[in-house]
């Protein structure tokens, strides 16, 4: 009986303990903006330094047309209110990296910021 007691409440912790799940909803559709090319070659850091918005408001990862020419690697703040959001160039191809400013994990987009990577092979 003892046992049984002691795997209910080590079941009903891990429940609470569990990561959760639950994820933003996709950002909406984005208000125009002009779309910014950035060119590198393959293994190389990219980063696009976004300002910081005003009360509640925060910029979002709303859309990689292909992850396998550039993901994500890294993400944080600096002083001065600027995001920074750092990519890897993977390989050669072209792909578009769009950012939506929310208010908190709402959908709608107040401002957008649209970028082209290029990369290019190493020489």
Do not use: C
Request: glycine share 8%.
């Amino acid at each position: 009986m003892k046992r049984i007691v002691v795997l209910m409440l080590l079941a009903g912790i891990a429940a609470f303990a569990a990561p959760s799940r639950a994820s933003a909803p996709p950002v909406g559709p984005l208000p125009k903006s002009p779309v910014t090319t950035i060119t590198t070659v393959a293994q190389e850091l990219v980063s696009f330094a976004l300002p910081r918005g005003q009360s509640g408001l925060v910029w979002r990862l709303a859309h990689v047309s292909n992850s396998t020419v550039a993901s994500e690697t890294a993400e944080g703040d600096i002083p001065g209110d600027i995001t920074v959001v750092v990519f890897l160039a993977r390989k050669p191809g072209t792909t578009t990296v769009s950012f939506g400013l929310t208010n908190g994990e709402h959908a709608k987009a107040y401002r957008a910021a649209r970028y082209k990577i290029v990369v290019k092979p190493r020489s």
